[in-house]
């Protein structure tokens, strides 16, 4: 099976501006969640999709927001983008998300200039 | 919230000796507790991980175990080879049951030296 892809794989924005990123989990894996990875604070949680349902959101501020489409692929947005809000977005698949194993897509590299 | 904690936060040992990392964790509900490992400028990449109804688990090199009354699981490398070099988080999750989705907490991470 191909695994989880993100696309773009590098983006460079200016403060103000939004952004929407893409990710296409492993074929038949409901269940997609995405990260946001800094050196600062590490690999936080921002939300989980499943079934084209939020099933869990982590303390991101409401310009971060997220959907699923009944094709199971997950788009995040990110509005009036900050300088912090420099990161690789991490999306990851899993089956069902009962306890299972999420696998990790490539990466989306986002700069904020 | 769950919270993470992981030591040590840098480890170097030598070619075929062994590598332990800790975490603990706060949330008494969490019963998935899965390891990555995180090369430079790559995805993170499931190890191993262990469920709460299992105390240990052995992959030829690489062991976990778990600890629910204190809250606390290590990662076990033995006979490191260099390229066991790279970054090792743990991670948390309640699962979907216990209402927690798939979220995974996880923890700041362990940079990983094998030297020869």
């Known amino acids: 099976k191909a695994g989880v892809t993100q696309t773009p794989r590098y983006l460079i924005k200016t403060r103000g501006q939004q952004v929407t990123l893409s990710c296409s989990p492993i074929?038949?894996?409901?269940?997609v969640s995405w990260y946001q990875q800094t050196p600062g604070q590490g690999l936080q949680f921002l939300f989980e999709?499943?079934?084209?349902?939020?099933?869990n959101k982590g303390n991101f501020p409401g310009r971060f927001s997220g959907r699923q489409f009944s094709n199971s692929r997950s788009e995040m947005n990110v509005s009036t983008l900050e300088l912090g809000d420099s990161a690789l977005y991490l999306c990851a698949s899993s089956q069902s998300g009962i306890l299972e194993t999420q696998y990790f897509g490539p990466g989306t590299r986002l700069l904020v200039l | 919230g769950e919270n993470v904690e992981q030591h040590p936060s840098t480890l170097s040992v030598q070619e075929g000796d062994s590598a332990v990392i800790k975490c603990t964790y706060s949330?008494?509900?969490?019963?998935?507790f899965p390891w990555y490992k995180q090369e430079l400028g790559k995805r993170p990449q499931l190890i191993i991980d262990?469920?709460?109804?299992?105390g240990e688990k052995k992959d030829q090199r690489i062991a976990v175990t778990l600890n629910k009354t204190a809250k606390h699981f290590s990662l076990h490398i033995t006979e490191t080879q260099p390229e066991d070099s790279a970054v090792y988080f743990c991670a948390a999750s309640k699962g979907w049951v216990t209402g927690g989705g798939n979220k995974l907490t996880f923890g700041t991470g362990t940079q990983l030296k094998v030297e020869l």
């Open positions: 074929s038949g894996h409901r269940s």
């Open positions: 999709y499943f079934s084209e349902t939020q099933r």
């Open positions: 262990i469920r709460s109804n299992v």
């Open positions: 949330d008494s509900a969490s019963n998935y």
